[in-house]
């Protein structure tokens, strides 16, 4: 799935904030962890000098006892001197802040041991009015955590940032996507609704200029349409004209010229016959009802009435489509024609079926097929294919060229496939 412009940049900014938020709670928390360790201990070195100075001051057949209750209140323990340390292992920096301290207030040296075998025992020697003390601390010291309403604080900042970084890309991509579809609309070939011309300067200013780019187009389209319709009409009348001439020669007038001057009259009939087919094509808003097989019916009657070529129809009789009759019938009839006129003679399959709202229309030949390369070229003006395909066959290179237009204009969908046992597959989707 490729990613929206609004996704890609929602994605960057939440990133972004997400990012600085742990950043902001990481160097926040280590500054507070800091701080909570130096009061800690502070308060385990107070304690620790507290201790010393009551178990120096207290009479021998008390010290047993005190002893006792103060490791299980105080969760300290008077060292005996005969505990196995580790003069070698390091120590951690809470425990020499401690001792530190403990130094500070008796005015005497304090050292820190660790005990071997107990990695969570450390014992403070110290001397203190000319006895010699060990105090071991039998505990972890305690871990300090981020409370749970800064936790939710954080979070709910986290949130609303979140939601302002989405709220403010959906205002920036919401007239970009308008624009996107209203130019997917220019290039149907029809007018789309006029952009707002308001908001951001920045967006006002493109609105204006893409408003009046599409009217230049639809203009544009429109004078095309009324020029081709025009000279096409005006083309009828030297054509009648020559008809008229032809028929009226001399009877000893050559035969092969006679039989010359009809193909020409012939083919720019069908070349004049094919833009207004085209013309009237393009008006989307004439539109009804059409029972596909009953179009069907007539067009082949109208491409097989000389030839007498066989048409396969598979498919349901009673489908109807709401579209241009126009339209329709011009697609019909180029792809058809095509496939009637380079099929080899043998028989063309016409099959159409119901997709949901669409109607799908496959059109198969038995032809000589078409390379791959040039699938997406027949649809260019004039173009035709070698062999076959050429200017003596009868072919314009309209055909394919209009079906394109057609196609473009109604939002219809055109794809050409290498047939099973050779050939050429036409499918049309009409929606």
């Known amino acids: 799935m490729r ?22 709670v990481a160097v926040g928390s280590y500054y507070m962890k800091d701080t909570n360790d130096k009061e800690r201990a502070g308060e385990l070195a107070s304690l620790i000098v507290l201790t010393a100075q009551t178990y120096v001051e207290l009479p021998e057949d008390s010290k047993k006892e005190f002893a006792q209750r103060l490791k299980h209140q105080d969760h300290l323990i008077l060292g005996r001197g005969n505990e196995h340390l580790d003069k070698s292992g390091a120590i951690p920096l809470y425990y020499r802040v401690v001792a530190r301290q403990v130094s500070e207030q ?42 749970t309403v800064a936790i939710m604080i954080m979070a709910a900042i986290a949130f609303i940032a979140i939601l302002a970084s989405l709220y403010l ?80 020669l001399p009877k000893e007038t050559d035969d092969e010229l006679q039989e010359e001057l009809h193909s020409v009259h012939r083919d720019i ?73 380079y099929g080899a003679g043998q028989p063309v399959e016409m099959c159409w079926q119901s997709v949901g709202d669409s109607l799908e229309i496959s059109i198969l030949d038995r ?12 649809f260019q003006p004039f173009y035709r294919l070698e062999g076959s395909r050429n200017v003596t066959t009868g072919g314009t ?13 109604y939002d219809w969908k055109v794809d050409v496939h290498d047939r099973i046992g050779g050939g050429t597959e036409v499918i049309v989707r009409i929606s």
């Open 269 to 341: 009939e069908r070349i004049v016959t094919q833009y207004l087919s085209l013309t009237r094509s393009l008006d989307t808003s004439d539109t009804e009802s059409i029972v596909f097989s009953e179009l069907l019916n007539d067009v082949i009657a109208e491409l097989t009435f000389e030839t007498n070529q066989k048409v396969i129809l598979s498919g349901d009789e009673n489908v109807v489509i709401t579209t241009s009759t126009y339209a329709l019938r011009a697609v019909v009839v180029n792809i058809l024609s095509n496939a009637l006129r």
């Open 367 to 378: 032809g000589p097929g078409i390379p791959d390369a040039q699938k997406e070229a027949i």
């Open 397 to 409: 290179g309209l055909g394919l060229a209009i079906v394109n237009q057609i196609v473009k204009q």
């Open 106 to 147: 008796i005015g005497s040296p304090v050292r820190v041991l660790k005990q071997a075998g107990r990695s969570e025992r450390y014992w403070l020697e110290m001397t203190l009015e000319g006895q010699h003390i060990r105090l071991g601390v039998n505990k972890r010291r305690p871990e300090w955590l981020i409370p």
């Open 3 to 24: 990613k929206t412009l609004f996704v890609k940049i929602a994605i960057i900014i939440s990133s972004a904030l997400l990012l600085l938020q742990v950043l902001s």
């Open 169 to 248: 890309m959906k205002k920036i991509t919401k007239p970009l996507e308008k624009m996107a579809v209203a130019a997917k609309t220019i290039g149907r070939g029809q007018k789309p609704e006029p952009l707002e011309e308001s908001g951001l300067q920045e967006f006002s200013d493109t609105a204006k200029a893409f408003n009046q780019m599409s009217r230049d187009v639809h203009d544009l389209l429109e004078n095309r349409t009324i020029l081709l319709s025009g000279i096409s009409h005006d083309i009828r009348t030297p054509l009648t004209r020559l008809a008229l001439v032809t028929e009226m």
